[in-house]
């Protein structure tokens, strides 16, 4: 069974970090295309990150040189390194693997406020 947990999430100031955590069971997310979404209040869901089988990794603009995405294939988890954190980027983070139909996981919070 395919699932997707994602962890991490919190309240931060702006110009804080946070890393989120996705562990990922029922497949190994090396073989696999992973991303990162985020839906901000009032607002459609958006790709954040993505990281590819072969390990290219690409962003949105706006999170370009702030965020970086990363895995460990050991521990079949994917990560996210958010820096420079505005409150514009405070959103529900959801975790998504691209195999088969697309499984996502229920999201962490991340509230950026002072």
């Known amino acids: 069974q395919v699932q997707l947990v994602e962890s991490g999430g919190g309240l931060v100031q702006p110009g804080g970090s946070l890393k989120l955590s996705c562990i990922a069971s029922?497949?190994?997310?090396?073989?696999?295309?992973m991303s990162w979404y985020r839906q901000g209040p009032g607002k459609e869901r958006e790709l954040v990150a993505s990281?590819?089988?072969?390990?290219?990794?690409n962003y949105a603009d706006s999170v370009k040189d702030r965020f970086t995405i990363s895995r460990n294939n050991a521990e079949n988890t994917v990560y996210l390194q958010m820096d420079s954190l505005e409150p514009k980027d405070t959103a529900v983070y959801y975790c998504?693997?691209?195999?088969?139909?697309?499984?996502w996981g229920p999201g962490t919070q991340v509230t950026v406020s002072s």
């Open positions: 998504r693997t691209a195999m088969g139909p697309g499984y």
């Open positions: 029922g497949f190994n997310i090396i073989s696999n295309y």
């Open positions: 990281i590819g089988a072969g390990g290219t990794r």
